[in-house]
């Protein structure tokens, strides 16, 4: 390891985290099941092939427009086993509490994830709470664990290896808010800007996408990173390239302004409730129009599709026809967005 | 809620935990599984049936005398899931980190988990990390959840259905190192105690009961609240009561000698390397016998039983013939001892 201290990047979801996930955690935990590196682990335990994910929820502010860091921690978990392939189950919630945090918050927290478990027809069985002293934490902190269920024919989707050349590459709708409605919410900005998360739990809207055709061949939630990370992670060291229709793309007019406002690429920022896939072209507007269907899907769109050339690398065809690469993100740009 | 602000006490694993569970997660998280309350939740997923549990480690300082909250973060996890009567199997590991911690001491307890997972026969097979800024955490939080697979004839264990009057009481050795050797190595205390955390995975040392005799009707890993918070779960609102020799319970000089300085006591100090059982009474020596033979059990002895008098109660018998009644830290004596 170059660096002596932990960065703020390191928790990017962007190339210092992919650093420290490939330097320091692959490197002693060390194993086949971690070495494929999705967003949920594929588990086969006993005659059950199950889906297992972590995710721990930091985001600062806990309240911001349309929703709460509880939305986030059944949303983010529930995602991360649906992209899987999964059908998600159970989940774990683990509390860090920090002296004299509010008890009627934590209240409205913990009746939110209830509520969004019930909607995303998961059960939460079992828990922790650990307190800190007053100055040691920032009010809360949760980590949700999640199990799922694969079906036989969704094993491969995880790992993309049906992926082939002409499949096209779709998006349930715009990018970008989840993590501009958390930073106008920040109180040193104080913009006015009605941006809202797009917090959502996903299962539904992928089990009609799953209604429509079984030719789905990948699947990744775009949370920290953004659409930027997730296409990475998809074309990274394989045979195939990437090729995304920049004006394709959703992107609402208050989020693209205040990421021109502030610097950002919208591709880079957080989403809380998109989901990338890519499906066969023979099956890819079929998908569409039925995610169409749904309040998860309204603004579904087919941004892309996987090429032959540029393998190991992705490019963005811009309106006037210039291209320009897909990278991650390499420092930090939005701290505890999730 | 009467208390309008968390509490340190809130996380101390004694009353003020309990009520924030029963009045607020069991409130709105409730369903039949968490309803149990054991420290894994069973859950039965197509023909398997799992134990399920999570931890978050949030101890103060990181490293104290063997050990780091590396080896907690596995120990905690795969003990939770040992105690239900499962085989533990997978681990995920969520890291919450402070800007500025050290990536070498972050290293170094990666290091330890992996090989405490090694040695514990579990892999850790998802992750996530965060990053925090400078101030809004204390260096390092870690949340383990695991799965483990319950096997058919130890299904009873987590609720302890099948306790009898008659039972023996066990532990495998002694109480209260682990809450001592963390107090002692705080910095502003400078007691040179050398007093050791008693820290161990224990599923291996399960197994050697369990191969003695299949008359194990309840286990629990005496951690937060202690010896004392494991009895009180293991006796309230049951139909009989339980009765501990006090001077049947090991505890070492050193760390009888700093709880009376301090004024702890032991039977309330924290342990993360002890399991409480309870046996049938014809198992209950040759269980002790084969526990002894083990490293982790080399201590182990009968501490008490169950009796059919003073129900939902249980009592101390002092050396002297005296009773006291065995009760539930109601405050928070050591924050973050875990």
Not at 152 to 164: L, T
Not at 301 to 323: V, Y
Request: net charge negative.
């Amino acid at each position: 390891m170059k660096r002596e201290n932990i960065l703020l990047g390191h928790g990017s979801g962007g190339k210092l985290s992919h650093d420290l996930i490939d330097k320091l955690f692959m490197k002693y935990f060390d194993n086949e099941i971690l070495a494929s590196q999705g967003d949920s682990s594929i588990l086969e335990v006993g005659s059950q092939t199950l889906s297992f994910t972590t995710d721990s929820f930091v985001v600062s502010p806990i309240f911001f427009p349309n929703g709460n860091i509880g939305n986030l921690a059944i949303a983010g978990t529930v995602n991360d086993l649906a992209v899987s392939g999964a059908k998600p189950l159970y989940l774990s919630a683990g509390f860090i509490l920090e002296e004299g945090f509010s008890l009627s918050e934590l209240e409205i927290i913990v009746k939110t994830m209830a509520e969004d478990a019930k909607k995303a027809g998961v059960k939460i069985v079992t828990g922790d709470t650990k307190v800190v002293e007053r100055g040691h934490a920032d009010k809360i902190f949760i980590n949700t664990s999640g199990i799922g269920i694969l079906a036989e024919n969704r094993k491969g989707i995880s790992s993309g290896e049906d992926i082939r050349v002409g499949d096209k590459i779709i998006i349930n709708g715009a990018v970008g808010d989840h993590g501009m409605a958390v930073m106008a919410a920040r109180n040193e900005l104080k913009i006015n800007s009605e941006i809202k998360s797009d917090c959502a739990p996903l299962n539904g809207l992928i089990d009609v996408a799953f209604e429509v055709t079984d030719k789905i061949k990948f699947m990744r939630d775009a949370t920290r990173g953004g659409l930027s990370s997730v296409l990475t992670e998809l074309f990274e060291r394989k045979s195939f390239g990437v090729e995304i229709m920049e004006e394709a793309v959703p992107v609402h007019d208050n989020v693209s302004g205040m990421c021109e406002l502030l610097g950002f690429d919208p591709f880079q920022v957080a989403n809380e409730g998109k989901v990338v896939m890519v499906v066969d072209a023979d099956a890819a507007e079929d998908v569409v129009a039925a995610m169409q269907k749904h309040k998860y899907g309204k603004e579904a769109a087919i941004i892309g599709e996987i090429t032959g050339t540029h393998a190991g690398k992705g490019w963005i065809i811009t309106s006037i026809g210039g291209k320009r690469v897909i990278d991650m993100l390499s420092g930090e740009q939005l701290p505890r967005i999730c």
